[in-house]
């Protein structure tokens, strides 16, 4: 079984990095501060005990107040799994740190919040539309996009 | 024998005696009918028939497929053209990856906004006379996707379509029927309509 | 002194017999090398994410089918378990050995297509293709039998699948494992060292074990780099861990070792199919659920080890009928992202063998 690591574990192994950027503790992640995610990811990568050396999953949200960017972690050698959430409440012009400088694994899935969400990562070598075309207007998984039908 | 002017009248008689002992001799056996007159190779070898017929037979019997496919249907597609349903039977079987070579085009699959000037160029770089077979829901009217904000509701928006097979997939057998509806299709057209 | 060449710009795709569906690349070639290259991806984006927002959850299940759509009962099967997870719902014994025979049958079926269009790639031009699309056809037949379609087959529901098997479909299965080994066997004996074959796959296209995981690679790709990860073994669902079997791995992470992993899965696949039939109890198939019920609050994550690699549905429910929100992470695109690295360096026609060896579908590359 891939066991998830609780936020309580990693708060715990990681106490001296982590002062001050994690917002709140959840059962399987914990939600830190955006400027703070590629310091977090690294070490919970390096990090001995962790060792989340896999990026599973990048997920983009709408949850109208604000936007939701949770990334899966596993570690391969251990068989655990980790989320970290990241939350961004300019909805206008929502912007975070890319992890592309760590993982290449998130440049595809970073350009597809992009598109589909209008988060812009900073850092990323390639910032553009994936799937959309240039010109398109808007971004289809917000709750107030409207494809005219 | 000539006849001169100074010819009496036994020479004229004469004359006509002659052509008629070599009428008779000519004439032993009886006249066969035209058709025994050509040599047996000339008798197998022409057929009468209308231009129509000829360049539609043609058409008809080696449609050439351009690899225009972009979604689930073409799997249908790769059934019908292997071994089990063996599209070459109509001449069919040659798939064709540059326009300039193929006379179809079957749809096969969802087609979004993003790639509909890649199919429209295509077809506008195929050699006429050229023809359009809308295949699958998608090819139709956008189908299970008709809703999405990427994609086309039909390839009639973008291409004159000559034969539609409604399916999510359709069935091979189903686009071979479609294909069926298409060579009679072909066989219709006049040499005059260009 | 070297002969200056003038780099070029070469467009690959998106109609292009060796791009497996519409996929582009634009490379940038110095003669016969690849210097860079650039994946032009969405040339079938659907939106299916945004159409699950709109439908609800049982609704949603016939679009899955359409995502990897060599595979459609790996893509039900992962949206069926993620939201059974997240609502709770059991599955019947019967039902679970259904669903696991089903996904097997698919991941030989995928398999099969994917090793007989890299060889097509190769240039092979559909001689191993035609071998291993009779063997297509057979399964395709078996599932036809069971869901009344040929490709897509909406079969599996929330709590079980949507019918039981019909009478013959065991006994037939049965038939197809019998034969199947020797077909494998015979596909061994014109390919595995064929001349050609080594030549042109052997050290060809690398992917390292470390790139391999900092790029997300996942399944077969994953596997021939040489790290050992299969989620039936790591976290199995359904009932993976009551079967025996083995994960094949690579060694080099080369075009051949992909190809050396997808058939010795084939045969893993076989193993458990004869498990899976052997051992199949009597009972249900299926737990019913309300057309449109709602599963409580929350979100959930789930996964399979579906014949690409890592499928997995994120899905956030607000407590409605549909859910809220529902990210797929498709192992075909998350396979690509190492492309650019995997082909630089490469000449154009080793490029066409590199990409068609990683195996992708673009109904779940764009979705
Ligand atoms: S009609 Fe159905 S099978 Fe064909 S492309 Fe559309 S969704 Fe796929």
């Known amino acids: ?107 595809l899935q970073e350009r597809e919040i992009y598109d589909l969400l209008g988060i812009t990562f900073s850092g990323h070598p390639n910032m553009k539309r994936i799937f959309l075309w240039e010109g398109f207007h808007g971004h289809p998984l917000r709750k107030d996009f409207s494809n005219g039908n | 024998m000539e006849i001169r002017t100074d010819s009496t009248s ?42 129509d017929n000829v360049l539609n037979w043609g058409r008809k019997s080696s449609l050439w497929t351009e690899t225009a496919f ?75 996707f008709a809703d999405s904000y990427s994609v086309v509701p039909g390839y009639n928006r973008i291409l004159p379509i000559d034969v539609y097979i409604p399916g999510c997939p359709p069935r091979p057998e189903a686009l071979l029927a479609g294909i069926e509806l298409l060579r009679k299709k072909v066989e219709k057209r006049s040499f005059l309509q260009g | 002194m070297a002969i200056k060449t003038e780099p070029i710009l070469l467009n690959l795709g998106p109609i292009h017999p060796s791009t497996h569906g519409v996929f582009r690349m634009r490379a940038l070639v110095d003669g016969e090398v690849i210097t860079d290259i650039e994946p032009v991806f969405g040339y079938l984006h659907r939106g ?62 995928s398999h099969l297509l994917g090793i007989g269009s890299f ?122 861990d009551r079967f025996d079997f083995d994960i094949p791995t690579g060694t080099v992470g080369d075009c051949y070792d992909r190809y050396r992993v997808r058939v010795e899965e084939l045969r893993q696949s076989i193993r458990i199919l004869e498990q899976a039939v052997a051992g199949i109890p009597k009972g249900k198939v299926l737990n019913p659920v309300p057309l449109r019920f709602r599963p409580p609050e929350g979100e959930v994550y789930s996964h399979i080890e579906s014949n690409k690699g890592e499928l997995g549905f994120h899905v956030i429910s607000d407590g409605s009928d549909k859910p809220y929100r529902l990210h797929i992470r498709a192992p075909s695109l998350l396979n690509l992202t190492a492309l650019r690295k995997m082909l630089t360096g490469w000449k154009i026609a080793d490029a066409i063998i590199i990409f068609g060896s990683i195996d992708i579908c673009v109904g779940e590359v764009d979705r």
């Open chain 2, 10 to 51: 036994l020479d004229i008689d004469r004359h006509e005696g002659n052509l008629i002992k070599e009428l008779r001799s000519s004439s032993t056996k009886p006249v066969t009918e035209p058709s025994g007159w050509l040599s047996e190779d000339l008798k197998r070898n022409i057929f009468l028939t209308t231009v």
């Open chain 3, 48 to 109: 299916i994410e945004k159409l699950a927002e709109q439908k609800s959850y049982r609704q949603f299940i016939p679009l899955t089918d359409r995502l990897d759509y060599v595979a459609s009962m790996n893509n039900n099967l992962a949206y069926v378990t993620a939201v059974e997870k997240l609502a709770g719902i059991e599955v019947p014994e019967r039902a679970e050995y259904i669903r696991v025979i089903m996904s097997e049958i698919q991941r030989i079926i």
């Open chain 1, 1 to 107: 079984m891939t066991v998830a690591i609780t936020g309580e574990e990693v708060v715990g192994a990681l106490d001296k990095e982590l002062k001050g950027a994690v917002k709140s503790v959840e059962s399987e992640g914990i939600l830190v501060q955006a400027e703070k995610i590629l310091d977090i990811a690294l070490c919970v990568k390096n990090n001995k005990n962790l060792k989340l050396d896999y990026l599973v999953s990048i997920t983009g949200t709408d949850y109208i107040d604000y936007l939701e960017v949770s990334y899966l972690f596993y570690s391969l050698d251990n068989n655990k799994r980790f989320t970290l959430k990241v939350r961004l409440e300019n909805k206008s012009n929502p912007a975070m740190p890319s992890l592309t400088g760590i993982w290449i694994g998130a440049e």
């Open chain 3, 119 to 240: 060889f097509n790639d190769m240039g092979t031009f559909f001689t191993p293709f035609f071998y291993m699309f009779i063997q297509k056809e057979k399964l395709t037949d078996l599932l036809e039998m069971v869901s009344g379609q040929r490709l897509l087959f909406n079969y599996m529901r929330f709590g079980g699948v949507s019918h039981d098997l019909p009478d013959e479909f065991l006994p037939a299965l049965n038939t197809f494992l019998k034969e199947m080994p020797a077909e494998i066997d015979k596909y061994e004996r014109l390919l595995k060292e064929n001349e050609i074959v080594l030549a042109r796959s052997k050290k060809v296209g690398i992917l390292s074990p470390d790139m391999a995981i900092n790029s997300s690679a996942s399944g077969p790709v994953l596997r021939a780099s040489g790290i050992e990860w299969d989620i039936r073994k790591a976290d199995p669902y359904s009932i993976y």
């Open chain 2, 70 to 144: 972009t979604a689930c249907c073409t799997f249908e597609f790769i059934s019908l053209s292997s071994s089990r349903f063996d599209i070459a039977r109509f001449g069919m079987e040659v798939l064709r990856s540059s326009p300039r070579h193929a006379d179809l085009i079957i749809t096969a699959g969802t087609l979004t906004w993003k790639m509909a000037p890649q199919i429209k160029r295509v077809y506008e770089q195929m050699a006429e006379p050229k023809w359009v077979i809308a295949m699958g829901a998608c090819g139709i009217t956008g189908g299970i």
